[in-house]
Structure formats: C-alpha cells, structure tokens
C-alpha cells in the first residue's frame, strides 16, 4: 500500500484553501491580517493572494480604514460572480427560487407553489435554470430538501410530508452542471456554525427547523452528523405519544411534530377559534386568542428539545424556522420547559438561541455554503 506524501503543491492547494475559508468567513481582511490569523509567512501569503487574484476567486477593495501608523493595508475581498449558484429551498407548500453568489450573499429569484408531482417540481427547477443562466453564469444547482437525503447519490430516500420516495434526482435533473442535495435542518445548522459568533466556538449543535413538520441537524465534534442511512436528526419522528391514534406523514402515530408544527398551531386554531379568520401561522403568531394554543406549542416544542439534550448531550440548540419572530413569552415557555426538565448540568449550560438570519432562510444560506465549499474542495 502506498502513502500518498504532502508535496509541495499539495500544501500550497491546502493553503490557498484556508485563505479562502478565511476571506469568506472575515471581512474586511488584508494579507497581514490573513497572515497573523494563520501564521504563514507574509512572502507566501502574498505569493497566494497574487494567485487567487489572478485567477478570478478575489481582488483588492481598497485602503482599509486604520488608526494605527505605517503602512496602509488593502483590503480584500471575494469575487461575487467568479461562481454562482442556483438554490432552492423546498418547502411543502411553497418553494423559493433563489441565486447564491460566491461571496456568500443571496439573491431571492421567486417564490412558487410547490407541485405535489416531484417531477412536475423539477421540471420547474429546469425552468429556472435555462431561464437564469441567460443572464447569470451558473455553475451549480443545489437543493434543500424536508426529507432524508442520500448527499452520496443524490437520491431523496424519503419527503414525508411531500410524499415523494426514491427520487433520484438525476433521473429528472438532466442538467450541464453539478446538482448537490441535502437536508433542509443540516443546511440550517451549517449556516448557523459558519456565520454565528456566538457558536464560534461550539462544536456539538442542533438546528431545530419548525415548518409544516418539525426537522433537526445535529452537528457534532463540527461537523455534519447524518448517519450511516442519512437519516440522523430524524427527531421530528421520535414518538411524543404512545397513545396517540394521530397519523403522522411517515407512516407512525404520535410523532412529535404533530404537536410541534405550525400545522398543529393552524389545525387547532382552526377548530377552537372559528370566528377567526386564520389565514398563515404568522398571522396566527400575532393573535391575542392563540396565546394558549401558542403556549402549548412552545411546552410540546420543549419537551421534545429535552429528549434531544438528553440523547446528544448538546451545547447549543437553535431555533428556526416559522417561529422567528414569535412572542416572548412563547421562548420563555420553551426554555423554561427545558431548564426544568432536562438532565443536569447540560439543562442548566445548554444555549438556547433563535437563528441569526431573519431575512433570508437559514436552509438557503446553508445550501449557498455548500456551493462555495463545492468550489473551494475543489481548487488545484
């Protein structure tokens, strides 16, 4: 067997690497500041700044503002346009259309009806490429998906709440450029991990996404956890109650989602306040008659965090999805749930926090993320 040995150009690929993480991650940043964070010689951070530059991944921005004497450091920045990619977030009933540049930022396309047909939806997502790749030079598609996702084969192994199994996805995808999938919760708490300060230094987390079912992304020793068969994080499905007679879309009874989704909040709703006119959760969220139902919500939404703290032992929970933005005492509720009931010292240390995006899904800047990492692993 042969050890394959880290040559000279292997180890300037991997440099060249983590100059570029670091651009994406720190901004503004000049070559001495990239060479005080990761202690290469300022002659070889140069040298590979020079090269990126040439090649189209950055440029120079300018004088950077500085108190401090001497000489003036020029900032760098990463090109938006040297790769582009097409996102999609898909929701069960809506999707969203959207373009991820290489600097990070998102530029929402559209937002559409999601077809019930996965093939129908991925003739929509042809639709979109053709279109936008006139005007955009796109090199990547890459999906969100609320279902459990073989990111090997790029097959969707099951969407419960959308009812689609065994989807290959290039079966229907016959596009000029590379497709990537994943899960919807995974791409969540990967956006978390690279853009949050406050989870600079975690490395157990998990992203609980509250749509119209309940998905998690468990994050351990920094990286993705999904599972020998990808289904890891599958908590939505963890049974809440053994009694329940409620089906759930994956084929068992009380799951937790049924009592922790905003289709729990909008079935109820639509029940005990029919002299309502409910129209979405988040019209839902801001009606005074809800509280009690919102309160319930957010104690079923706590318990089923405890059994997750109890199985994961991890340091940070975030929160995302439909219920950003909800009222305080709906958080309040949530967390007290957990600091009374989950296993101590972890019910006491554990940090609870929303998402930090708010104008743009967490899942969507995940699924950008992807593309720009796709781009990075490969460098040569």
Same mark, same amino acid.
């Given at each position: 067997?042969?050890?394959?040995?880290?040559?000279?150009?292997?180890?300037?690929?991997?440099?060249?690497?983590?100059?570029?993480?670091?651009?994406?991650?720190?901004?503004?940043?000049?070559?001495?500041?990239?060479?005080?964070?990761?202690?290469?010689?300022?002659?070889?951070?140069?040298?590979?700044?020079?090269?990126?530059?040439?090649?189209?991944h950055i440029f120079e921005a300018g004088?950077?503002?500085?108190?401090?004497?001497?000489?003036?450091?020029?900032?760098?920045?990463?090109?938006?346009?040297?790769?582009?990619?097409?996102?999609?977030?898909?929701?069960?009933?809506?999707?969203?259309?959207?373009?991820?540049?290489?600097?990070?930022?998102?530029?929402?396309?559209?937002?559409?009806?999601?077809?019930?047909d996965y093939s129908k939806f991925f003739?929509?997502?042809?639709?979109?490429?053709?279109?936008?790749?006139?005007?955009?030079?796109?090199?990547?598609?890459?999906?969100?998906?609320?279902?459990?996702?073989?990111?090997?084969?790029?097959?969707?192994?099951?969407?419960?709440?959308?009812?689609?199994?065994?989807?290959?996805?290039?079966?229907?995808?016959?596009?000029?450029?590379?497709?990537?999938?994943?899960?919807?919760?995974?791409?969540?708490?990967?956006?978390?991990?690279?853009?949050?300060?406050?989870?600079?230094? %975690? $490395?157990?987390?998990?992203? &609980? !996404?509250?749509? =119209?079912?309940? *998905?998690?992304?468990?994050?351990?020793?920094?990286? #993705?956890?999904?599972?020998?068969f990808f289904s890891a994080g599958e908590?939505?499905?963890?049974?809440?109650?053994?009694?329940?007679?409620?089906?759930?879309?994956?084929?068992?009874?009380?799951?937790?989602?049924?009592?922790?989704?905003?289709?729990?909040?909008?079935?109820?709703?639509?029940?005990?306040?029919?002299?309502?006119?409910?129209?979405?959760?988040?019209?839902?969220?801001?009606?005074?008659?809800?509280?009690?139902?919102?309160?319930?919500?957010?104690?079923?939404?706590?318990?089923?965090?405890?059994?997750?703290?109890?199985? %994961? $032992?991890?340091?940070?929970? &975030? !929160?995302?999805? =439909?219920?950003? *933005?909800?009222?305080?005492?709906?958080?309040?509720? #949530?967390?007290?749930?957990?600091?009374?009931?989950?296993?101590?010292?972890?019910?006491?240390?554990?940090?609870?926090?929303?998402?930090?995006?708010?104008?743009?899904?967490?899942?969507?800047?995940?699924?950008?993320?992807?593309?720009?990492?796709?781009?990075?692993?490969?460098?040569?």
């Open positions: 067997m042969s050890i394959s040995k880290y040559d000279s150009s292997n180890i300037k690929i991997l440099n060249k690497k983590i100059i570029l993480r670091l651009l994406h991650r720190r901004k503004p940043i000049s070559r001495n500041d990239i060479s005080e964070v990761t202690g290469l010689k300022a002659s070889s951070v140069t040298r590979l700044v020079n090269e990126l530059i040439a090649e189209g004088v950077m503002v500085s108190d401090s004497p001497g000489r003036k450091k020029i900032s760098l920045k990463v090109n938006p346009d040297y790769h582009i990619a097409l996102l999609f977030d898909v929701g069960v009933t809506y999707s969203t259309a959207a373009l991820g540049f290489y600097d990070g930022t998102i530029k929402v396309i559209e937002t559409f009806k999601t077809p019930k003739e929509k997502v042809k639709y979109y490429y053709h279109n936008l790749k006139k005007l955009f030079d796109i090199s990547l598609v890459v999906l969100s998906i609320p279902g459990i996702v073989d990111t090997d084969k790029g097959i969707i192994i099951t969407a419960p709440n959308l009812e689609w199994r065994d989807v290959e996805i290039g079966k229907y995808l016959d596009i000029e450029v590379p497709i990537m999938a994943d899960n919807e919760a995974n791409l969540s708490v990967l956006a978390e991990k690279y853009y949050s300060k406050a989870l600079s230094n %975690v $490395n157990d987390i998990v992203f &609980v !996404l509250v749509r =119209e079912g309940v *998905g998690t992304g468990v994050m351990l020793n920094g990286k #993705l956890f999904r599972g020998k908590f939505g499905h963890m049974t809440m109650d053994i009694n329940s007679d409620k089906s759930c879309h994956c084929g068992k009874t009380g799951c937790w989602e049924l009592y922790s989704s905003i289709r729990y909040a909008l079935g109820r709703a639509r029940k005990e306040l029919k002299n309502h006119q409910i129209t979405d959760f988040k019209s839902l969220s801001k009606m005074p008659e809800a509280r009690q139902i919102l309160f319930d919500m957010a104690t079923n939404l706590g318990e089923g965090i405890v059994n997750i703290i109890n199985a %994961v $032992n991890a340091e940070a929970i &975030v !929160l995302g999805g =439909e219920i950003i *933005g909800m009222p305080e005492y709906f958080y309040r509720q #949530l967390i007290s749930v957990v600091r009374k009931k989950a296993l101590k010292p972890a019910a006491s240390k554990v940090i609870i926090m929303p998402s930090i995006f708010r104008d743009v899904s967490s899942n969507l800047v995940g699924a950008s993320i992807c593309a720009i990492e796709y781009v990075i692993d490969n460098i040569r």
